[in-house]
């Protein structure tokens, strides 16, 4: 169907920069190789700023680039303040940053606060005796008497969340690897310390921060046990699925700490923060953590990032939670991210990929809250099955085969169809590329006006022209079986989105008919029909 032009709504708003903003995630290994190696680096990532810049997106967000050993590819930290020489250097940083902003581009960069690597400085001498200056920077506990750890909690990633230390004579705490001495955050002395990281950011022009696993950050000074969780339909993996996680995360003094940092990015401005919040009770705790404005700007959590299937019921439950209150916090979304498998894979029906993804796409950038588009999404990439002895994710190498890997997620950008690795590295590429990625390569797309990249930048495009889509209220219509109808409200515009999500044609239109245009639509949906994953947005006739 052709689509009516439409007039741009978009008026001169007093919204900051970062309330409704389109961001892309990046993860350095897998973007792009500048030097050879086979793992992506800072220059890889600044030489195609232009592209991500076309997408239309707000802002960039880096998954960690620091100095680390890569036990758990950057999110064991061994300097908070480096650049880990197989990504380049500070000064490839800072000319990121400087082409990022002549483009248009937002620079957000992940923050660990919970934990470091134990080849950080800070638990080097912290491990040392228990009499030196840092000390008590992280968690330390003598054994029981029988020399078992001090209490039942398990890591995330397999086992006792304690490891023995023999120069100290006593367990230190990890939620996740061994590699990941847990920080005690608690402690002021650690709170000034990963400040005073913030604002070695905030000086060098980063605009703001994605928080890792916040909700990890304190623990029971108690060190009481968790209670057994209940059973579940899920199979259990690992020791950490037989517990509720009382007592070694969830503090209730997190949020203080978070208004600290909060207060300091207050000292810059048009500075932006959105934190990760996983575990049993995300929906209060990213509450918590996002209230009023002396807290984080916005928070996700796993509602679609792990869902086996995309459902209206899913989408209501997802944005109820988020009503539009001025005492409620700002959502982000994400569908897949470098953690979570791509959604195309969960989701869409193998006799129908280009069809689907245009329809959740559509979906994506209608709903109310910062949407973060994880690299090659726009390409409608796959996910890749990764062989046991390709396999670099811990976890899954750990817990394999029942652990999904996060490796099939991680995989290099496919560049140029033509050239070796795609065009993402001359040299052999720390993943395996996926078998069908080379035919979705970027330049192959830019040269099919109907592709998933091509559908993409309009549909940000349309986004970032319409203010009910940036920051207009929504209103679920009718969210059953197969149906989704949701409005978009501001105070120039009036929005409603409609979606089938299922195979079948749906018979819908709008109340008053005559009072709607459709403005934006994907496979062939009318006015009066919703063919099988048929998406409309149609606009009110002032």
């Known amino acids: 169907m052709t689509e009516i032009p439409k007039l741009l709504h978009m008026t001169q708003s007093d919204h900051p920069w970062w309330r409704g903003a389109t961001i892309y995630q990046v993860y350095p290994r897998s973007f792009a190789d500048s030097n050879g190696d086979g793992i992506g680096d800072l220059p890889g990532i600044t030489g195609k700023l232009d592209y991500i810049a076309s997408l239309g997106v707000d802002a960039v967000w880096l998954s960690p680039f ?52 134990d080849l950080h400085a800070w638990f080097a001498e912290s491990r040392s005796n228990r009499t030196n200056a840092k000390a008590d920077w992280y968690v330390w ?17 397999g086992g006792p969340a304690w490891t023995w230390d023999a120069r100290r004579g006593q367990y230190y705490m990890h939620n996740f690897l061994s590699n990941q001495p847990q920080m005690n955050v608690h402690n002021p002395e650690v709170q000034e310390a990963l400040l005073a990281v913030a604002k070695f950011w905030m000086d060098r022009g980063v605009d703001g921060f994605r928080v890792d696993a916040i909700n990890f950050a304190m623990h029971d000074p108690e060190l009481k046990d968790n209670p057994p969780a209940p059973a579940g339909n899920g199979v259990r993996t690992r020791p950490f699925d037989f517990q509720l996680k009382v007592h070694n995360q969830s503090h209730p003094d997190i949020p203080a700490f978070i208004g600290r940092i909060r207060k300091l990015l207050d000292q810059y401005p048009d500075r ?43 989408v209501r439950e997802a944005l109820e939670a988020w009503p539009d209150d001025a005492n409620i916090g700002w959502p982000s979304w994400a569908f897949s991210n470098h953690d979570a498998p791509r959604w195309i894979s969960r989701w869409a029906p193998a006799d129908a990929q280009q069809s689907y993804a245009a329809m959740v796409m559509m979906l994506f950038v209608s709903l109310r809250g910062n949407v973060i588009i994880w690299q090659g999404e726009e390409l409608a990439l796959t996910q890749v099955d990764i062989p046991f002895e390709k396999l670099q994710d811990p976890e899954a190498i750990a817990n394999w085969p029942l652990t999904l890997s996060r490796d099939g997620t991680r995989t290099p950008m496919p560049w140029v169809a033509a050239d070796t690795q795609c065009g993402f590295s001359k040299g052999e590429p720390w993943l395996p590329l996926g078998a069908d990625h080379r035919d979705l390569a970027v330049d192959r ?41 949701f409005e978009r409200i501001s105070d120039n ?3 409603i989105c409609a979606f089938n999500m299922g195979n079948d044609t749906i018979a819908w239109q709008p109340a008053q008919p005559d009072r709607w245009r459709v403005v934006k639509s994907v496979n062939d949906a009318r006015p009066e029909s919703l063919p099988p994953y048929g998406a409309q947005i149609l606009e009110k006739i002032a």
């Open 445 to 485: 797309a830019e040269a099919d006006p109907d592709s998933m990249l091509n559908l993409t930048r309009k549909l940000v495009a349309f986004r970032n022209a319409n203010e009910a889509m940036l920051v207009g209220s929504l209103n679920i219509i009718e969210a059953q079986s197969n149906l989704l109808i």
């Open 141 to 157: 506990a003598d054994a029981n008497p029988d020399g078992t750890p001090p209490n039942n909690w398990q890591s995330v990633f």
């Open 272 to 314: 932006f923060t959105v934190a990760e919040v996983g575990g049993p009770d995300p929906d209060r705790e990213m509450k918590a953590f996002t209230a009023g404005d002396n807290h984080f700007n916005s928070a996700y959590g796993f509602n679609f990032l792990y869902a086996e299937n995309l459902t209206p019921a899913l």
């Open 493 to 495: 515009q009036h929005l």
């Open 66 to 117: 620091f100095t680390s050993p890569m036990k758990d590819f950057g999110y064991d930290v061994a300097d908070y303040c480096g650049v880990d020489p197989i990504f380049g250097t500070l000064a490839d940083f800072d000319a990121l940053i400087t082409k990022a902003h002549d483009l248009g581009l937002k620079i957000l960069i992940d923050q660990v606060y919970s934990h470091t690597s």
